[in-house]
């Protein structure tokens, strides 16, 4: 579908995106679920200890416009440069993102990422970040 009614761009990076990996069956679907549940696990063992981790949204400055469709490899180095947003995702934890910064026109910020059913403590936590930063007006970074 996304082919047949997705744009031209949203159609490359889907093939990125899929181009890494192989086809998988229903074993390798139930084998990456159990791996799930182990990571999460250990995470829950680390948030015993810190309920809140505060982490780069990106591990590289602000990527601009249409930077992910450029190539393949450029796609592949966004992903790995993200994994904190990605880690959150996959594992179901709450996490806020606030931004912090300009960079080169671009906003910059960081992720809070809150223990299982905790969102508000994530929440709590951004909006006390966003009063000490301040709203970062959009039209500094439209570029």
């Not at 505060?54 to 440069?81: M, T």
């Not at 910020?109 to 970040?129: F, N, P, S």
Request: some cysteine; aromatic content about 8%.
């Amino acid at each position: 579908m996304i082919e047949d009614y997705g744009s031209e761009d949203i159609v490359s990076v889907i093939n990125f995106r899929l181009s890494k990996y192989p086809d998988a069956t229903l074993e390798d679907y139930v084998k990456a679920l159990a791996r799930r549940i182990e990571v999460l696990q250990q995470w829950s063992i680390i948030m015993e200890d810190y309920p809140l981790i505060l982490a780069p949204v990106s591990l590289e400055p602000p990527i601009g416009p249409q930077e992910d469709k450029e190539s393949n490899e450029r796609y592949q180095q966004i992903l790995e440069a993200q994994r904190w947003l990605i880690a959150a995702n996959f594992l179901g934890l709450p996490a806020a993102s606030v931004p912090t910064g300009i960079s080169n026109g671009l906003p910059t910020g960081v992720q809070l990422i809150g223990r299982r059913y905790h969102e508000t403590m994530c929440l709590d936590v951004a909006q006390v970040i966003e009063d000490r930063v301040g709203i970062l007006s959009h039209q500094l970074w439209e570029v």
